[in-house]
């Protein structure tokens, strides 16, 4: 089982429409969660960062996260063009020795066409 | 706006080669780390580093990889000897104290490997 998953898409939404990324994670611990938008051949750029169950809005993103399904969203409303990337997951756990990594899904390529 | 700087942007070396990729954490954080993208594939966290010592580190970040910290600025990834499949993106990140805290990428030194 995959520790992050994600669907590789592409996702292919009009611009204007709404745009819904999925992701579900298998370790239960995991104790804080990120979107990352990804331009081909760019570095991670954070998103939204969400940690506790329910909603979190931030101008046209909306995280959502279900600990009890293993399971965040990402909402894009209103989506441009300029949205067109790779969302990535990234699921956080502290190990009781320290460290923070961030395990990351494949990504959910979004197209928005005009 | 603070953020974190990585050089040389991009690296071509010969296999068995020795490779030194560097990165200037932001400021005020205390947590360091350095990820990889193969083309395609998803970003892999290599080593996490706090306080002047590893604090974690994966399967991938064998004994021909090392870090250090120099100075007061500088995070630096070496790899002693490298191989065909070290090709890939190398990010550099760094995040404030706390546990939740959000990580923040470099831009990245793309290392080809001939």
């Known amino acids: 089982q995959k520790e992050v998953e994600q669907n590789s898409g592409p996702l292919s939404v009009p611009e204007g429409a709404i745009a819904s990324l999925n992701c579900t994670y298998s370790d239960r611990g995991s104790q804080s969660f990120f979107w990352y938008r990804q331009y081909s051949g760019k570095s991670p750029e954070l998103i939204m960062s969400i940690y506790s169950n329910g909603d979190k809005e931030d101008g046209r993103f909306t995280a959502q996260l279900n600990k009890a399904s293993q399971y965040v969203s990402l909402l894009i409303r209103d989506s441009q063009p300029s949205d067109s990337a790779t969302y990535l997951c990234a699921v956080h756990r502290s190990p009781a020795g320290g460290g923070n990594k961030l395990t990351f899904g494949t990504g959910t390529q979004l197209k928005v066409e005009l | 706006e603070p953020e974190v700087t990585q050089t040389p942007s991009h690296q071509v070396t010969q296999m068995g080669q020795e490779v030194i990729l560097r990165c200037v954490p932001i400021?005020?954080?205390?947590?360091f780390y350095w990820y990889r993208q193969i083309l395609g594939q998803k970003v892999e966290f290599l080593v996490s580093f706090y306080n002047n010592e590893i604090s974690e580190k994966s399967e991938i970040f064998d004994d021909q990889f090392s870090v250090e910290r120099p100075d007061g600025s500088n995070f630096t990834l070496k790899i002693r000897s490298t191989k065909l499949e070290d090709s890939a993106m190398y990010f550099c990140?760094?995040?404030?104290?706390?546990?939740?805290?959000?990580?923040?990428f470099g831009p990245g030194t793309r290392l080809l490997v001939l």
């Open positions: 990140a760094s995040s404030e104290v706390s546990n939740q805290e959000t990580q923040y």
């Open positions: 400021s005020n954080h205390l947590y």
